[in-house]
């Protein structure tokens, strides 16, 4: 089904996007007016290999008239598989000069995982990493019958030997390409004329609540809206550095690698693999930064092993300086500035502790720190800024680009994931849940009319989580919709909310709360039996045991 047809019975149309408004558009303006500049870096076996605007843009319409050589047309899906390399974001960018649209999936999709969505999008082309890819692809078609006309690699090692006709290398589709674009000087102008600020950019998918993978398709217009609401709120800048390390199937590496980076003329760098992103981040020094809050949190594990296995004198320093600087952002965002004695001590430690380990990772230039998806640990959020990483909270979901709010630099709450960005409206249904709706929005899922009939109405996305607006307009999100629960008297709340809001005490290990149909909610807390003795030698008070200190009525007014 073509995504202009797809079923929406919405009225609220406010899309006034101007033609020629669109990513091959910005590609092809970035190229003319800074042709030799860094747009994309590589490191392929331990070599950086630097692509220029010029470059990019190049390779993407080369690739472009390649595939419309090889049978690819509009509206047709085209499955994207593999890591984060460059030729894959090529191919994704020169789909949309075919009108075409990009599926990415994960990279470490099973083949009936594949399966499942060429089937429901009707796939009958991919371009795929390298071998690994190409082997699931062939297991696929051995379980489930022939599917695929063409299949694109881009790494040839391991696939040696003839290949069938409908297996092509990117380099020779690019060739293929060059040789049309060369015969005819009109092509790359009318390949630049097509697209439209309307057609999908990108198909990705969404598994909402039901686990269910939904597809929903981002259009040209969405995604520059959404990069544009953020920049005028000064959430992006020109030039910034990037690294391109999460999954390409991920709204997040979209709207940042290529978005933003086309926007805003990012420097987007590749990390060799996975497993080289923290030695490849210290070269490469982003001063932006994207992750999710598993990534964050398995920095601070990294952090933490290499402590324990430090000298005891550095190990005391770092436990020294790391909770004064804790205590002291805790202070901060609860509005209490700190004194010039603990500035002072505070460069200190950053000349000592902070600046060394942000350089060990990567993040001694970072100017502006993200993270969004789940909400991240409060913990992680806090050690993070008291660290020195500026880092803020994103809100957003697949469906409306990731970018409907955001904490400014100047006004972090933990608690909050701060305000809706320009051009976006959020408002609060009778049912508590967070309504968005915008440019940023998309039109519909693909090829599921009910679906998109329950998510939007009007125009609002119904996220499917719960919320509130504090009075300075600072949104916070409860958790979902489906986690909220009432009291006797018919008072809302959402459990793990209130959970995470007590366990941001230092002295609180874990908390259970319960409330349901009660008249009041209680929490069973189980308190930090390293935090609250320590405070209690300090304090005088004596005790025997775990149990008996948490029985201590001075406990009980300290927690």
């Known amino acids: 089904m073509r995504p202009d047809d797809l079923p929406l019975a919405l009225p609220w149309r406010p899309h006034d996007w101007r033609k020629g408004d669109h990513l091959l558009a910005l590609l092809a303006a970035n190229a003319s007016s800074h042709p030799a500049e860094i747009a994309m870096r590589e490191r392929d076996r331990g070599i950086w290999r630097e692509y220029t605007w010029q470059d990019y843009h190049d390779t993407v319409f080369a690739f472009a008239a390649g595939l419309e050589s090889l049978g690819v047309r509009p509206f047709e899906v085209v499955q994207i598989v593999g890591d984060n390399r460059p030729a894959l974001y090529f191919a994704m960018v020169a789909l949309g000069a075919l009108r075409a649209i990009a599926s990415p999936a994960y990279p470490d999709a099973t083949p009936e995982e594949i399966a499942l969505l060429a089937e429901r999008e009707d ?5 795929v990493e390298d071998q690994e890819q190409v082997d699931k692809l062939l297991q696929l078609e051995k379980e489930h019958g022939e599917r695929y006309r063409l299949i694109v690699y881009d790494d040839p090692r391991g696939l040696a030997g003839k290949m069938p006709e409908r297996f092509v290398a990117f380099a020779e589709v690019v060739a293929r390409g060059r040789e049309r674009l060369a015969a005819d000087p009109m092509l790359r102008q009318a390949l630049l004329e097509r697209p439209s600020p309307y057609d999908v950019a990108v198909l990705l998918h969404s598994s909402g609540t039901t686990g269910t993978p939904k597809g929903v398709p981002l259009k040209h217009g969405h995604v520059l809206s959404a990069v544009r609401n953020a920049a005028q709120a000064g959430y992006f800048q020109n030039g910034d550095v990037h690294v391109a390390y999460l999954p390409m199937a991920w709204v997040g590496d979209y709207i940042f690698s290529v978005g933003a980076a086309f926007a805003l003329r990012f420097a987007v760098n590749i990390p060799e693999r996975q497993e080289t992103v923290i030695r490849d981040l210290r070269e490469i020094a982003p001063t932006v930064f994207f992750s999710s809050p598993r990534a964050w949190a398995g920095m601070i594990t990294r952090i933490q092993v290499g402590m324990d296995e430090s000298t005891p004198l550095k190990r005391r320093l770092y436990e020294h300086f790391m909770a004064f600087a804790i205590e002291l952002e805790r202070r901060r965002l609860a509005g209490d500035p700190p004194s010039l004695g603990a500035r ?6 950053e000349w000592m ?31 993070l800024r008291a660290l020195g990483v500026p880092l803020r909270q994103f809100y957003g979901q697949t469906e409306n680009c990731a970018l409907c709010a955001a904490q400014s630099a100047d006004d972090v709450k933990l608690h909050t994931v701060g305000r809706p960005f320009p051009g976006v409206e959020v408002k609060i249904a009778d049912s508590g849940e967070i309504l968005v709706r915008g440019d940023n ?13 329950e998510a939007l109405e009007d125009g609002w996305l119904h996220t499917g989580d719960a919320g509130y607006f504090e009075e300075d307009g600072s949104l916070v999100v409860l958790g979902r919709l489906s986690e909220v629960a009432y009291t006797a008297a018919g008072e809302r709340y959402v459990a793990t909310y209130v959970e995470n809001r007590i366990k941001f005490s230092q002295y609180v290990k874990d908390v259970c709360v319960i409330g349901e149909n009660r008249p009041f909610l209680s929490a069973i807390v189980c308190i930090d039996l390293e935090a609250v003795g320590h405070w209690a030698e300090e304090h005088g008070v004596p005790y025997t045991s775990y149990a008996d200190l948490s029985q201590k009525p001075e406990v009980y007014d300290l927690v």
């Open 344 to 349: 002072l001590w505070r460069a200190l430690g």
């Open 123 to 127: 796939v009958r082309c991919a371009v």
């Open 353 to 383: 502790i902070y600046g060394p380990i942000k350089d060990q990772l990567g993040l001694a230039r970072v100017r502006r720190a993200y993270t969004a998806g789940e909400a991240i640990g409060e913990d992680d959020f806090l050690f």
């Open 441 to 453: 929005v998309f039109d519909g899922y693909y090829d599921n009319p009910k679906a998109s009939e």
